[in-house]
């Protein structure tokens, strides 16, 4: 049985950081890419940011670049999202996603899904 859990979110003000952790079992992780997704209050699911099955290649929503960083534990499946500099844009639920995929220009996300985490910044 796939599982991907998440924790870290909460509230923080504007500026501040969050870090996001998700852990996986049920599936061979370092052969999976992984990713973050969020979803604000009444709009679709985007993607945020996604890393190779390796770790050596991470990418970036225009809109977190340069505030977010993904990386990957493989020897302890996980995978977290640093959060900086963090807006009120920025409010959202943040989902944890195995084996998302880059197709022209646009990630589209995979088979397993988290539970999803608050993520709420005040102004």
């Known amino acids: 049985q796939v599982q991907l859990v998440e924790s870290g979110g909460g509230l923080v003000q504007a500026g501040g950081s969050l870090r996001l952790s998700c852990a996986v079992s049920g599936l061979p992780f370092s052969t999976y890419a992984m990713g973050w997704f969020r979803q604000a209050p009444g709009k679709e699911r985007k993607f945020v940011a996604a890393i190779s099955y390796s770790g050596g290649s991470t990418y970036y929503a225009d809109s977190v670049k340069g505030r977010f960083t993904i990386s990957r534990d493989n020897a302890k499946n996980t995978v977290s999202l640093q959060m900086n500099s963090l807006k009120p844009e920025d409010t959202a639920v943040y989902y944890c996603?195995?084996?998302?995929?880059?197709?022209?220009?646009?990630?589209?996300?995979?088979?397993?899904w988290g539970q999803g985490t608050q993520v709420t910044v005040s102004s």
């Open positions: 996603n195995a084996d998302p995929r880059l197709l022209a220009n646009n990630w589209y996300s995979g088979e397993y």
